[in-house]
Structures are given as C-alpha cells and as structure tokens.
C-alpha cells in the first residue's frame, strides 16, 4: 500500500459484500490500516491496544474524541472495559473496532503490525482459529493467549515448524503446504471460527486467491483476516471506485482471474506415498483411495482416528490430534488399516465417503 494512502473510512475499514462465486456465505470484504483515520462513536465496541497490558482488552465507547480546548484529555476517547475495571481516556490510534456482526468477514491488510493488531482484537475466549503461514509461531501465540490455547499453526516450513514447536512448546503446529495439499489443509480447518492467513506477505496475491476461495467456501470461518500488500492493493482499488456496478463483484472475479492463473502455471504434484502403500507386483493397491476419502471414524474413546496415519502418511504424528492405536478400517488396536487383514466390503473399499 502506498505510503499516506487514505484507503479507511468510518472506523478505519472500506467495506462491500459480496457472494464469492465457489462460497456458500456472503462475505464482507474490508481493508483495514492502523494508519488511517479513526472515527468512533458512542456504543462502539473496541479493543484497547496498549503497550502494556494492565489497561489492554475489551471495552465499549462512552464518550467520543473530546475536541474542547484546553481539556486534560484533549483528543482522546473514553472507554468503558467490559471487565468493569473502570474507565481510562485512550488516543484514537490505540483502539481497534471490533467486528462483531452475523455477516462473516474478509479482512485485508498488508503490514505485519497491522495484522498482529487484528490478531490480539478481533478473537474472542471460545474462538478456535488457525493461522495459516505461521512461521515461528509468532502470530499464533498472540492467538493462543486470546482464546485460550485453541489455535493450530500451520506452516509449510519443516524447519520453521520445529522452530516455532521449541519456542512455543505448548501450541500446535501442523507442517503443511495448503497450495498443494488443498484437501488435507480443509480437514485442518473445518470447524475454526477465525482464520489469519499469512502466506508470505510480499509474495503475489495468486499464492492467497489459490486458497482463499476454498477456504472460505470449505471452512467457512466467520472472520478470515489475509496479510498480502498486493491483494490489500487490490482490494482497495475497487472499494475506492466511485459508487457504479458491483465494485465489490469486481474484484472477487479479479481474484478468481488469479487463482486460475495462479492453476495453470502451478508445477505438477509430484506422487503421494499413500499411492504406493500395499502394492504386490502389479497388483493395485489394497487401500487406493485419498486418504481423506473415508467416512470419519472413532476409537473407542470417541477420538477420531487419523486416516492419513491408517492410509498415507501423517506428516504430524507428534502433536497430531487424532488417534494412531486404533485401525481405520476395523476399530481393533494394535495396527493400521495398511497393514490390517480383515476383508474389504464389496467393491473393495473400505469406509468410503459417499
């Protein structure tokens, strides 16, 4: 984003809706800056962002910017903190509106700051997020003490996931390239309500619009907050037209227009191990389906039980939330559903997705 570009109205966010074409659910599309102007109003729910933490958190406009020269307070807000703790007289700069709202949310920014703001304001208590390009960890722990632990790191990196797992021993993260593994990256997001995308911020927006619309359309996460200098560019250049048809439209097919582009100059896949498994000679394989092909299954404990483990690989095994004792394809302990001899239903497949 150019330097002093004013790309914020309101209370610092250009908004439109918008259905993307592969969604289920309308998504508002924002582009945020802590840059911009801030304009709150009384009733406003806010989160307070301090350097320290003693008046950090939660709290609702009870009085706005205070223009009267001369007052002790001269261009500050009052706030009220949800917890009851008092009132306390904040510079606009430091609060963040918080995005409450049915409609779900596409939030772009472009610097890493600004994202790290969205990050500690906009998750609540109950909230399971994943935060996607997680690097060292960072991010997801600003994540993990806002809604309490309930975060997953995913990141292509080996290196950087073992890295972010020796500095943040008590988070979760998953090594994974969503772009290629599109399919396993959804079975790791289903069921978050906030998703903070950072795919390499300086890369081309093509790398965000491959996956953005699958993970909207696949997850459905209510808020997904996207750092990309290009996309937030994007973004902002049809949210500033002057009101005509569909601005909003028009960048969601401009997106598209990336992702396919995005397709066609994508490498190949090379062979998953899973397609390999339990192979005799020529004979085809016991087990030839993806591994997420199979119908979700419990052990006794009600723990679901991994089918990439059973099936393929689990790239994950030491923090992998699922269970690896018990056979996919039988329920018994003891063995994998590669190596398990029970017979297969008719036709051959075992617990398939219908």
Known sequence: MEPGKQICSGSCFSSSSTRFSEATDKYELLVWSSSGPHHYLVGDDVFVNLPRDKETGKATVVQEVINQDGHEFHGRIKVSYY????????????????????????????????????????VEASDRVVDIGSSYGVC???????????????????????????????????????????????????????????????????????????????????????????????????????????????????????????????????????????????APPRFALHPLDYKHRASPSGVRICRFHNYGVCNDPGTCPFDHAHCHHCGAPGHIAKNCTAELPTGGSANRTA
């Open 83 to 122: 917890d009851g703790s008092g009132t306390y007289h904040v510079r606009p700069s430091r609060i963040v509106k918080v995005l409450y709202g049915e409609q779900k949310k596409v939030v772009v920014v472009s610097e890493t700051k600004d994202f790290r703001v969205l990050a500690r304001s906009q």
């Open 140 to 282: 997801t722990a600003i994540l993990a003490r806002y809604c309490r632990g309930d975060v997953l790191g995913i990141e292509v990196s080996a290196e950087l996931v073992r890295e972010a797992r020796r500095r943040h021993p008590g988070l979760r993260f998953l090594e994974l390239d969503v772009l290629r593994e599109p399919a396993r990256a959804l079975e790791a997001c289903r069921g978050c309500d906030k998703a903070f995308v950072d795919l390499g911020g300086d890369r081309a927006a093509e790398a965000i619009a491959a996956f953005l619309p699958a993970l909207l359309e696949g997850a459905g996460p209510r808020l997904v907050v996207v750092k990309n200098r290009e996309l937030a560019r994007l973004a902002s250049s049809h949210l500033e037209r002057p009101a005509g048809p569909s601005p909003e439209a028009s960048f969601w097919r401009d997106l598209e227009a990336l992702r396919l582009r995005a397709e066609r100059q994508r490498p190949p896949r090379p062979p998953r191990e899973y397609h390999l498994v339990n192979r005799t000679g020529g």
